[in-house]
């Protein structure tokens, strides 16, 4: 089967499904589940989505996420990569735990966006896990729907104004949600082309915008948007907050301080690996991996470090 192609760009919505390598379980209880979530609410954070439904079922998850800065895929690597270190230290084991890469599809938002919630929503009455959706805990949807508070990571105010932002949307969304609780949705029968779910014209005109972008899974403009800094502004706020010259960060006499650009320059400005490489003058893209690491690393074991680091990400922010 060919590979699924990439497509990203600012406002995007997107349905997101992942799942386990063999279609084994990849969550076997609910500290996993809560771990998930945890590394759920940072990613939203840390890669600027906008996420209006989730659903994790036994060995798949779903999630629906607008991106303003088109980082899906960056994102969806970090989430799954940190859940799968983590699962595999749990567990004691090695090896893939999801099935490679995630499947993603793009919603029109005008048309399909409420009905793919409620598609969300209904897994696990359909899996026959539940009767109702209110009953499953592992969802948002007890959250939109009022049974209990809304985290601050998943927007539910996107769905209130699907319904005018009235004072009883939430019984018109239980309501709308029940309209389908008897009876198969076929949501999915109407992806076209593996990737699109919207109308006809939306699609053409979609096609018109995809055909005429580089077809990648990089997306270099999106390190600039809404106010993501540069790496020139990573190196100014690392030399600032160390109190050393911008040149000793650049020709590798600055061990801690090379470390920190890196860190920060991958999680503050969503920079790629190569252009982070480029800023610390670095053949090897691993060389930057290393780094990264390190920084981590260090961090744990050093609370000045750390509190210095939190200084320049207040900066950068």
């Known amino acids: ?44 954070t840390r890669f600027s989505w ?23 895929s960056r994102g969806m690597q970090w989430l799954n990569g940190s ?3 983590w699962f595999n230290r749990k567990y004691d084991r090695s090896g893939h735990l999801f099935g490679g890469r995630f499947h993603a599809f793009i919603v029109e938002k005008e048309s399909y966006y409420l009905e793919l919630i409620r598609y969300v929503a209904l897994n696990p009455v359909r899996a026959k896990m539940v009767t109702r959706p ?19 990571w998943l927007q539910v105010s996107e769905i209130a104004t699907l319904f005018g932002a009235a004072a009883d949307w ?7 949600v029940d309209e389908t609780l008897t009876r198969e949705e076929r949501l999915f029968s109407r992806v076209q082309r ?19 972008e580089p077809r990648s899974d990089a997306y270099p ?5 809404v106010g993501r800094p540069s790496m020139k502004e990573v190196v100014d706020a690392v030399a600032r907050g160390l109190g050393v010259a911008r040149s000793q960060l650049r020709e590798g006499r600055g061990g801690v301080g090379r470390m920190l650009v890196a860190w920060l320059g991958w999680r503050e400005g969503l920079h790629r690996l190569r252009a982070i490489a480029d800023t610390l003058g670095l053949r090897s893209l691993g060389r930057v991996s290393d780094l990264k690491r390190a920084a981590d690393a260090v961090m744990q074991e ?9 200084a320049m990400r207040a900066q950068l922010a």
């Open 50 to 72: 906008i996420l209006t439904a989730y659903t994790l079922m036994t060995n798949h998850f779903h999630l629906v996420i607008e991106t303003p800065v088109p980082t899906l």
């Open 83 to 85: 859940y799968a270190a």
């Open 221 to 225: 403009r999106a390190q600039r948007e």
């Open 134 to 152: 209110e009953e499953y805990r592992w969802s948002s949807y007890r959250a939109t729907a009022g049974y209990e508070p809304a985290p601050a």
């Open 194 to 212: 593996q990737i699109y779910l919207g109308t006809e014209e939306w699609i053409a005109s979609m096609r018109q915008v995809i055909e005429s």
């Open 170 to 176: 939430r019984d018109m969304f239980r309501a709308y």
């Open 1 to 44: 089967m060919a590979r699924q192609l990439r497509i990203e760009y600012p406002g995007a919505v997107f349905h997101i499904t992942s799942r386990g390598n063999e279609r084994r379980h990849v969550f076997l209880d609910d500290e996993d589940r809560d771990q998930f979530l945890q590394l759920l609410a940072d990613a939203v």
């Open 302 to 310: 050093d609370a000045a470090l750390a509190e210095a680091c939190a």
